[in-house]
């Protein structure tokens, strides 16, 4: 059974950082990307980040280019999203993704930027 466990999120002050986590667990995490995605109230929800199965590429949304980091852990089956500079705008519910699992999700973990 697939299952994804969100972790990190909490309350910081805009310019603050925090980094978030993903645990995968029941399939061979390192054949798969992994994506962060991202949904504030009375939004849709949003990619925010993308690595390949071996970390080579990533992608970030232009709202979130230059602040964030995405990166992955195979050994420890974990996915990561440092983010800095944090803005309120960047206030949300952060969900990770597995591509070749798109309707498994997560709890998601709330980050509020907020003074």
């Known amino acids: 059974q697939v299952q994804l466990v969100e972790s990190g999120g909490g309350l910081v002050q805009p310019g603050g950082s925090l980094r978030l986590s993903c645990a995968a667990s029941g399939f061979i995490f390192s054949r798969y990307a992994m994506r962060w995605y991202r949904q504030a109230p009375g939004k849709e929800r949003e990619l925010v980040a993308s690595?390949?199965?071996?970390?080579?590429?990533?992608n970030y949304a232009d709202s979130v280019k230059g602040r964030f980091s995405i990166s992955r852990d195979n050994a420890k089956n974990t996915v990561y999203l440092q983010m800095n500079s944090l803005k309120p705008d960047d206030t949300a519910v952060y969900f990770c993704?597995?591509?070749?699992?798109?309707?498994?999700w997560g709890q998601g973990t709330q980050v509020t930027v907020s003074s």
């Open positions: 690595i390949t199965a071996a970390g080579g590429t990533t």
């Open positions: 993704n597995a591509l070749a699992f798109p309707f498994v």
